[in-house]
């Protein structure tokens, strides 16, 4: 059979985007949309499975360029924790605070819109390099090459792009780990969104609704803690008894945006590929859609005026760089001091700030450290 030849795309994109997740399709519509051509290439063909519980926060909806309704299966406006010993508190808010969506739908609806709006969409084999120089990019895959002036990297947690700029493990970059299962037949699809902090050290099990079934899953921000698909059947036994649990899924997210180098020239990383995922809430859509979009706007701006792109994609994601790292420290002392921190966070005093931090993004790392000074006042319980 042989090597089959090289196709040199002979055409010359604005950009070059690895990955149809959430970031590369936030990057790629904007650029479209701003009369830029845009490659977007993906291993897979849409729809496609990602571990995922598909929670879009209010912050998620209001950055995203289209409403996602035709694929949000549940609203919710209040979220209900559960600490170590047994207690629950419910925190609620006026307003939606999640829309729940199943990562398969979304994810093949964004593509769809950024398709229609002008993306061009390939499906590729194995990345086998990329190259800069002054003027522009070449992504090589197996049988195709790419020529552009950008690429964007956005191939999520395990980027081959982020592996050929900084090697297998860079030291900025940090991972968590999260294990999802469908849970079908107990109880119905619109229970409370629950946040479990007894069941994982450095992290919490989750229950979404999803109307149909309820999506559950085990979070921690630390990839040493040991979660595995025993674990999660025997969380599930002990929660619900003797209901299947389905699709056991796992998958690492990407985290460490706040100590990343100073972006490459003409290669960007947004989303999990450069570590924009949040320690503390264990979200990661959001940050893949800002990031998305702060790369397609240097882009722009750079074909525009002449703006240097690196310049001004660091400048774009300074401040989300700074929540970053303000929520990994929050995530550290939170999850070390479980009982504290829990406690702090479902004070009458902090309720409503806290669940319209979670959901509007703005001041939650603020707020982790307000949580924290204040667990520090707190009389010690016996
Ligand atoms: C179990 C679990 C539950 C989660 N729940 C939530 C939640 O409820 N809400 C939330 O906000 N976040 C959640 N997250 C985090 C969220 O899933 C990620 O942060 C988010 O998907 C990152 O988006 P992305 O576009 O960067 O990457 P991805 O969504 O991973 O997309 C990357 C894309 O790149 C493609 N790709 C990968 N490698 C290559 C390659 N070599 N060549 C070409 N294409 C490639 C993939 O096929 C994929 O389409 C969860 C994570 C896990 C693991």
Redesign the pocket.
């Known amino acids: 059979m042989g090597t089959p030849p090289i196709i040199a795309d002979m055409e010359r994109w604005d950009a070059i985007i ?7 399709c936030a990057a790629a519509y904007d650029l479209v949309e701003a009369g830029r051509r845009v490659a977007l ?4 063909e849409f729809p ?1 499975h ?8 209010r912050k ?1 909806l209001r950055a995203l360029r289209y409403s996602v309704a035709p694929v949000t299966r549940e609203i919710v406006s209040a979220i209900v924790v559960e600490g170590q010993k047994g207690e629950a508190a419910t925190l609620k808010s006026r307003n939606p605070v999640c829309a729940m969506t199943v ?1 398969r739908d979304l ?1 093949e609806y964004c593509l769809g819109k950024t398709r229609a709006a002008g993306a061009e969409f390939f499906r ?1 084999a ?2 086998e390099g990329i190259e800069a120089d002054a003027d522009g990019v070449v992504v090589r895959t197996a049988g195709r090459e790419f020529r552009g002036r950008f690429a964007i990297g ?7 792009v982020r592996q050929m700029l900084y090697g297998d493990a860079p030291t900025w970059m940090r991972r968590g ?4 299962a469908e849970v079908r037949n107990c109880a119905d699809g619109k229970a409370d969104l629950i946040f479990d902090l007894a069941a994982v050290r450095q992290g919490y099990a989750w229950i ?1 609704p999803k109307g149909d079934h309820l999506n559950v ?1 085990l ?1 921690s921000e630390s990839s040493a803690e040991r979660l595995d698909r025993e674990r999660m059947l025997s969380w599930v036994r002990q929660r619900f008894g003797d209901v299947r649990a389905e699709n056991v ?6 985290f460490g945006a706040e100590n990343a180098p100073p972006p490459e020239r003409r290669i960007f990383l ?4 450069g570590g ?2 949040d320690a503390l809430t ?7 859609i800002a990031s ?1 979009q702060a790369a397609a706007a240097a882009i722009d701006a750079e074909l525009k005026d002449g703006t240097p792109a690196d310049r001004a994609f660091a400048e774009r994601t300074a401040a989300l760089r700074r929540d970053l790292m303000l929520s990994a420290s929050g995530a550290r002392w939170f999850y070390g001091n479980p009982e504290l921190g829990y406690r702090a966070l479902t004070a009458p005093l902090f309720r409503g700030a806290v669940i319209n931090a979670y959901a509007n993004g703005t001041k939650i790392a603020a707020l982790a450290n307000a949580v924290r000074r204040f667990a520090g006042v707190l009389p010690s319980r016996a």
């Open positions: 690895v990955g149809a997740g959430p970031a590369g290439l993906d291993r897979t496609r990602k571990a995922c519980a598909g929670g879009l926060t998620t990562r994810d590729i194995a990345i956005a191939d999520g947690v395990h980027s081959r780990f999260a294990l999802e979404f899953g979070y899924t796992g998958q690492y997210l990407g947004v989303g999990d590929a924009f995922a264990g979200e990661g859509i959001y940050g893949a998305g």
